[in-house]
């Protein structure tokens, strides 16, 4: 917002702004960025989940929407839910139905403030980004509660009943582990977080130690489940459920939902770039090749998306687990063992200076 608020002042007589608006342009300016460059994402991680499954399974894929490869296949899916009806059951508490794609996709929306694209280029640098990214994210939880109890629907209910307890669980060991990269640091910023690890590749989180290290694949793991991917994906479950807790809903508001998804794919994905891949720093010392300098924003958004490809590559290569194989997984596994790796980071910290 810093870099925005600047190029705002270069405008003509915006010295002359009454100072409230002034403190609200550059808010709303970097609100319009980040939702405008979500859709985009999305549009495009529609496309490229198509192409990922369908390589996958030995065929095509979208082919001739727009031409090139059916590049405009998602922009015209975009335009048909836009025109679609959109149908509320007659049982269902109207108020709570209609709220309810909002809630999940605000809590999406607002968690892009603290993630750091550059050493500008960031809504809000948090002293306490990484607490704030978690207290805002679970506000996804409310809106999903809300989508399966305002439908009316038994399958919606289970949807969100089984999606509730899934995030919450899952997001006690992703807090964990996220310490082992916060004792460290000695902050919760997540652009602190980045800058501690500038200098090249071999200063990045993920190879600092062992405890990080497989503390980077407990936090994906967490993350997978907590956007409801698969094999994670028990509150959508088609076998089980139709489509979990939006199976009633239709058009634009069944089209929130599909954004919130993909805007958290992207999100969880860029949050780990952040905290064990280097952030925005690329893989060699800046002052080694400077005639090779990336912009900050390029090099974390193509780490997001490396992790937002294997998301996709997990949800068609892996079968869906069972309730109790998921829980166990988080209580059982995944729970003790970021436990361990919050204490061998902290002795590191301790007595390896």
Same mark, same amino acid.
């Given at each position: 917002?810093?870099?925005?608020?600047?190029?705002?002042?270069?405008?003509?007589?915006?010295d002359?702004?009454?100072?409230?608006?002034?403190?609200?342009l550059p808010?709303?300016?970097?609100?319009?960025?980040?939702?405008?460059?979500?859709a985009?994402?999305?549009?495009?991680?529609?496309?490229?989940?198509?192409?990922?499954?369908?390589?996958?399974?030995?065929?095509?894929?979208?082919?001739?929407?727009?031409?090139?490869h059916?590049?405009?296949?998602?922009?015209?899916?975009?335009?048909?839910?836009?025109?679609?009806?959109d149908?509320?059951?007659?049982?269902?508490?109207?108020?709570?139905?209609?709220? #309810?794609? +909002? =809630?999940? /996709?605000?809590?999406?929306? $607002?968690?892009?403030?603290?993630? *750091? !694209?550059?050493?500008?280029?960031?809504?809000?640098?948090?002293?306490?980004?990484?607490?704030?990214?978690?207290?805002?994210?679970?506000?996804?939880?409310?809106?999903?509660?809300?989508?399966g109890?305002?439908?009316?629907?038994?399958?919606?209910?289970y949807?969100?009943?089984?999606?509730?307890?899934?995030?919450?669980?899952?997001e006690?060991?992703?807090?964990?582990?996220?310490?082992?990269?916060?004792?460290?640091?000695?902050?919760?910023?997540?652009?602190e977080?980045?800058?501690?690890?500038?200098?090249g590749?071999?200063?990045?989180?993920?190879?600092?130690?062992?405890?990080?290290?497989? #503390?980077? +694949? =407990?936090? /994906?793991?967490?993350t997978? $489940?907590e956007v409801?991917?698969? *094999? !994670?994906?028990?509150?959508?479950?088609?076998?089980?459920?139709?489509?979990?807790?939006?199976?009633?809903?239709?058009?634009?508001?069944?089209?929130?939902?599909?954004?919130?998804?993909?805007?958290?794919?992207?999100?969880?994905?860029?949050?780990?770039?952040?905290?064990?891949?280097?952030?925005?720093?690329?893989?060699?010392?800046?002052?080694w090749?400077?005639?090779?300098?990336?912009?900050?924003?390029?090099?974390?958004?193509?780490?997001?998306?490396?992790?937002?490809?294997?998301?996709m590559?997990?949800?068609?290569?892996?079968?869906?687990?069972?309730?109790?194989?998921?829980?166990?997984?988080?209580?059982? =596994?995944?729970?003790?063992?970021s436990?361990?790796?919050?204490?061998?980071?902290?002795?590191?910290?301790v007595f390896?200076?």
């Open positions: 917002m810093e870099s925005i608020a600047q190029l705002l002042k270069l405008i003509p007589y915006y002359q702004v009454p100072d409230l608006l002034q403190k609200f808010m709303l300016v970097s609100s319009i960025v980040v939702f405008a460059y979500i985009l994402l999305v549009l495009f991680f529609i496309w490229m989940e198509r192409k990922v499954s369908a390589h996958m399974q030995d065929r095509l894929g979208p082919m001739y929407a727009g031409g090139w059916g590049w405009a296949q998602s922009i015209a899916d975009a335009i048909k839910l836009l025109f679609k009806e149908i509320i059951p007659a049982a269902a508490d109207r108020l709570l139905f209609k709220l #309810a794609p +909002f =809630v999940v /996709f605000t809590a999406a929306f $607002a968690s892009f403030v603290v993630v *750091p !694209f550059g050493a500008t280029s960031i809504a809000s640098d948090l002293n306490i980004g990484i607490l704030y990214i978690f207290a805002v994210a679970s506000l996804a939880i409310v809106g999903i509660l809300m989508a109890w305002a439908s009316n629907n038994k399958y919606a209910l949807g969100g009943m089984r999606s509730a307890a899934q995030i919450v669980s899952y006690i060991p992703a807090a964990i582990v996220i310490m082992t990269v916060v004792i460290p640091v000695g902050s919760l910023s997540m652009q977080i980045v800058l501690a690890q500038a200098g590749v071999h200063n990045w989180f993920v190879f600092r130690n062992p405890f990080t290290f497989i #503390a980077f +694949f =407990v936090y /994906f793991v967490c997978v $489940a409801n991917r698969t *094999p !994670f994906d028990m509150p959508e479950a088609e076998s089980e459920l139709v489509a979990g807790y939006h199976v009633e809903y239709t058009g634009m508001r069944f089209a929130f939902f599909f954004l919130a998804e993909y805007a958290n794919m992207f999100l969880v994905g860029a949050i780990a770039a952040a905290l064990f891949l280097g952030g925005w720093n690329g893989v060699l010392p800046p002052d090749l400077p005639w090779l300098a990336v912009p900050g924003p390029v090099i974390i958004s193509v780490k997001a998306l490396a992790l937002v490809f294997v998301q590559w997990l949800r068609w290569a892996l079968p869906r687990l069972r309730v109790d194989q998921l829980m166990y997984m988080c209580w059982k =596994v995944l729970l003790p063992v436990l361990v790796l919050v204490l061998g980071v902290g002795y590191l910290a390896w200076k």
